[in-house]
T-cell receptor
Framework: DTGVSQNPRHKITKRGQNVTFRCDPISEHNRLYWYRQTLGQGPEFLTYFQNEARLEKSRLLSDRFSAERPKGSFSTLEIQRTEQGDSAMYLC?????????FGPGTRLTVT | AQSVTQLGSHVSVSEGALVLLRCNYSSSVPPYLFWYVQYPNQGLQLLLKYTSAATLVKGINGFEAEFKKSETSFHLTKPSAHMSDAAEYFCAVRGPPGGNEKLTFGTGTRLTIIP
């Protein structure tokens, strides 16, 4: 069990650029979640996959955001035309039963 | 809709003293409840979980929490604080299987340990 991994750990981008984050879940876990955490707040749910199917999407996830999980393995989260308000920590979690295990997160700074 | 309220955004205790972090939940169905800890610039680590078995739940690092349905509470305690306990703590609620799987988090409590 190598845990959930996320890449990159840090990303600095200019407003208007596109960014893509990757999450590799724990190998046998079939559920994968994305959350966003801003300074001083708890994580907020963005979207959720069971295997390769996306089952729920938060209204926080605007049309500029897209998430995929091809073949039910790793997942990518892409943000197009980034805005300063997108600056946050993006957390990925995976689960097999009730508990969710989190990765270290990707901190995005939009300048 | 489910929600969690953490009372006290900052808590300071002396090393060796009792740690008590408060969490109240709102859920229309029997909840699954979790406590997570977050160290600076890191992800969340699961401390303990309540999933409708024993109401007193023991977790890692000497932490425990008691589920009290009558008070809709799930407070986190540790008998004796250690300097390494300084971190941000989050309480979260999740619906039962077959329903909404997402975690809904509180706003967190920052725990400071005074030497």
């Amino acid at each position: 069990d190598t845990g959930v991994s996320q890449n990159p750990r840090h990303k600095i981008t200019k407003r208007g650029q596109n960014v893509t984050f990757r999450c590799d879940p724990i190998s046998e876990h079939n559920r994968l979640y994305w959350y966003r955490q801003t300074l001083g707040q708890g994580p907020e749910f963005l979207t959720y996959f069971q295997n390769e199917a996306r089952l729920e999407k938060s209204r926080l996830l605007s049309d500029r955001f897209s998430a995929e999980r091809p073949k039910g393995s790793f997942s990518t989260l892409e943000i197009q035309r980034t805005e300063q308000g997108d600056s946050a920590m993006y957390l990925c979690a995976s689960s097999l039963t009730r508990e969710q295990y989190f990765g270290p997160g990707t901190r995005l700074t939009v300048t | 809709a489910q929600s969690v309220t953490q009372l006290g955004s900052h808590v300071s205790v002396s090393e060796g003293a009792l740690v008590l972090l408060r969490c109240n939940y709102s859920s229309s169905v029997p909840p699954y409840l979790f406590w997570y800890v977050q160290y600076p610039n890191q992800g969340l680590q699961l401390l303990l979980k309540y999933t409708s078995a024993a109401t007193l739940v023991k977790g890692i690092n000497g932490f425990e929490a008691e589920f009290k349905k009558s008070e809709t509470s799930f407070h986190l305690t540790k008998p004796s604080a250690h300097m390494s306990d300084a971190a941000e703590y989050f309480c979260a609620v999740r619906g039962p299987p077959g329903g909404n799987e997402k975690l809904t988090f509180g706003t967190g409590t920052r725990l400071t340990i005074i030497p």
